[in-house]
T-cell receptor, first 113, second 114 residues
Framework: TQLLEQSPQFLSIQEGENLTVYCNSS?????LQWYRQEPGEGPVLLVTVVTGGEVKKLKRLTFQFGDARKDSSLHITAAQPGDTGLYLC?????????????FGKGTKLTVNP | DAGITQSPRHKVTETGTPVTLRCHQT?????MYWYRQDPGHGLRLIHYSYGVKDTDKGEVSDGYSVSRSKTEDFLLTLESATSSQTSVYFCAISPFGTTNEKLFFGSGTQLSVL
């Protein structure tokens, strides 16, 4: 199984600060997805990055896929309390040829007012 | 929002009893998945289905079985529940499989095995 390591595991910041969280692997992924999960709910997809070096923006969130397609980052500008949640990266596990998505353990973000 | 309903939302049971969790979808998606989420482990795949009566194991399938007799329903059964199966269980669906396709998740079932 291809593994995804996320860092930091926990992050607590004040409203208005900027932050970056990371998703790293020793394996090449054809694509990576980022999900946000709020307490008591299932994860919801934010973005999928497909091309090495790709940058996608979603309002104050900027996602980047590494050139070698082994890592990705999520940068949030001027964080707000509504950004609080568990951020998960995920990628298709192609070993064995099955249709499975593997997840990192997530970064739990708390944005304090 | 994708039409996915998990039931029950919460369940408390005793060690050794059988438990069945249900996932119902109204999207007619081919692929359905069961994940468990635990602190320190993240989301781990238990079983998945790629069609009616077509299922396969995930990375943590021991102690679990699944059935899919209709496109819309995917059942997860714990034949004899153990305390290590206390977890939050999520069902997910996908139209074409996971390669570049997103998963739609249900709201989860909190299962406590005492």
């Amino acid at each position: 199984t291809q593994l995804l390591e996320q860092s930091p595991q926990f992050l607590s910041i004040q409203e208005g600060e900027n932050l970056t969280v990371y998703c790293n692997s020793s394996s090449v992924f054809s694509s990576l997805q980022w999900y946000r999960q709020e307490p008591g709910e299932g994860p919801v997809l934010l973005v999928t990055v497909v091309t090495g070096g790709e940058v996608k923006k979603l309002k104050r969130l900027t996602f980047q896929f590494g050139d070698a397609r082994k890592d990705s980052s999520l940068h949030i500008t001027a964080a707000q309390p509504g950004d609080t949640g568990l951020y998960l990266c995920a990628g298709p596990d192609t070993q064995g040829g099955s249709e499975k998505l593997v997840f990192g353990k997530g970064t739990k973000l708390t944005v304090n007012p | 929002d994708a039409g996915i309903t998990q039931s029950p939302r919460h369940k408390v049971t005793e060690t050794g009893t059988p438990v069945t969790l249900r996932c119902h979808q109204t999207e007619n998606h081919r692929y359905m998945y069961w994940y468990r989420q635990d602190p320190g482990h993240g989301l781990r795949l238990i079983h998945y289905s790629y069609g009616v009566k077509d299922t396969d194991k995930g990375e943590v399938s021991d102690g679990y079985s699944v059935s899919r007799s209709k496109t819309e329903d995917f059942l997860l059964t714990l034949e004899s529940a153990t305390s290590s199966q206390t977890s939050v269980y999520f069902c997910a669906i996908s139209p074409f499989g996971t390669t570049n396709e997103k998963l739609f998740f249900g709201s989860g079932t909190q299962l406590s095995v005492l």
